[in-house]
């Protein structure tokens, strides 16, 4: 039997056990409370930063709204004292803050207000109609080089001597001692390639390219299409070197008279703005422009005079050498048969601007696919060729296809 010392030795090893057990027990119980804390602290933290920019966004929010005002006049720039016009009507002399005291303020420039105090707490980025924002192309350059022209190396040598080379190398012309041109006016029939050759611009030179159709400066209310005038202009100041393109110029450069109505006369004021832009006081820079349009016998002539429209290019429609140039331009990504003959189509394509002619190369594709072909022939040829012209009333392209 055991003794009494065995018992109590027996006892003292299982309560050992039992206090290491308790202890791992205790310390683990130590450790999630530590993992646990860690927690808490990590929760807190980004409670009390989410407190904190609440707190900022309730600051912001509870401060008075700042006035738009125009600078009139700068009395004292070292003091920054000027005489603001507000939105609201009257002037104001105001002092500047110190927040814009490292700022140049300048007559005509947009600026902001505080309510109370009218003192000018910000400078304001220059007003533009969102339309007027949309207009600038930067990303989406149109994908036309000057290789994608053809037989008009007259007409594009000309508006890369106007548009280009001032912007390019500027001191061509101060070493002749001349001023360069300051615009260029595309004129000829629909389809001859105006617009091609702005795009054709657009691509090749580095300068910032603002697309405009005439159409859009006719606004609704009176004084509007000036102001999209003064922007556009302002636009092409603020983004010089620029060229200016306005496609469809005869919808708002038509000849005015004295027999006119209200829209008319509405009309006649955005091309008065236009003119003034076009041949102002002010210098514009590197910004050049380019106008197109298909009925130049109805421009108004102070539009046409040298000092607006330095040279006025005409786009004729293609002949023989131009129409064979441009079949070449189109059909170069065809698939086509080796006993297709070009100049088969180029003598009865007679009267065909490039527009017909890149419309034959697409018609004559589609009758290829028609007949679940991949090469083109020359009889997918002459079925587009007569379905696009007569399609635009030249009646007599059957017989001289066939003939």
């Known amino acids: 039997m055991p003794t009494t010392k065995d018992k109590k030795k027996e006892k003292e090893a299982k309560d050992g056990e039992y206090l290491i057990t308790y202890t791992r027990h205790l310390e683990k119980r130590l450790r999630n409370l530590e993992t646990e ?17 609440l707190r900022n966004e309730i600051d912001r929010l509870r401060e008075p709204p700042l006035v738009s005002a125009s600078v009139i006049d700068v009395l004292d720039e070292s003091k920054g004292r000027a005489i603001v016009k507000s939105s609201t009507g009257p002037s104001f002399v105001v002092n500047a803050s110190r927040k814009v005291k490292n700022e140049k303020i300048s007559p005509g420039m947009r600026v902001a207000l505080n309510q109370r105090t009218f003192a000018i707490m910000e400078v304001l980025p220059t007003k533009l109609d969102p339309f007027v924002k949309g207009m600038e192309v930067i990303d989406s350059i ?52 105006k617009t091609l050759m702005a795009k054709a611009v657009a691509h090749e030179t580095e300068a910032s390219f603002i697309r405009i159709i005439g159409s859009e400066l006719v606004q609704k209310f009176i004084g509007e299409g000036a102001r999209l005038v003064r922007e556009v202009f302002s636009l092409a100041k603020q983004n010089a070197p620029s060229i200016l393109f306005i496609d469809e110029l005869d919808a708002i450069g038509s000849q005015r008279l004295k027999i006119a109505t209200s829209g008319d006369r509405e009309v006649q004021r955005t091309l008065m703005q236009l003119l003034s832009e076009l041949d102002g006081f002010e210098a514009r820079g590197d910004v050049k422009i380019i106008g197109a349009t298909n009925r130049v016998d109805i421009l108004d002539p102070a539009l046409l005079r040298p000092g607006r429209f330095d040279r006025m290019i005409e786009f004729p429609i293609p002949k023989d050498e131009s129409r064979e140039a441009i079949f070449k331009i189109h059909t170069r990504d065809l698939n086509i048969k080796d006993s297709v003959n070009f100049n088969r189509f180029v003598k009865i394509t007679e009267g065909a601007t ?45 017989s001289r296809i066939y003939s």
């Open 37 to 53: 804390k860690q927690l808490l602290d990590a929760e807190r933290l980004r409670l009390e930063q989410e407190l904190h920019s």
């Open 142 to 193: 149109p994908d036309v080089s000057y290789n994608d022209i053809g037989g008009l190396e007259e007409q594009l040598l000309e508006v890369r001597e106007t548009v280009e080379l001032p912007l390019t190398k500027p001191e061509l012309f101060k070493k002749v001692g001349i001023e360069p041109p300051k615009g260029v006016l595309l004129h000829g029939p629909p389809g001859t390639g």
């Open 354 to 398: 490039g527009a017909d002619i890149k419309a034959i190369c697409t018609e004559a594709g589609m009758f290829a696919i028609r007949r679940d072909s991949e090469n083109i022939t020359e009889e997918d040829f002459l079925n587009a060729i007569s379905k696009v012209l007569n399609k635009n009333k030249n009646k007599c392209v059957e």
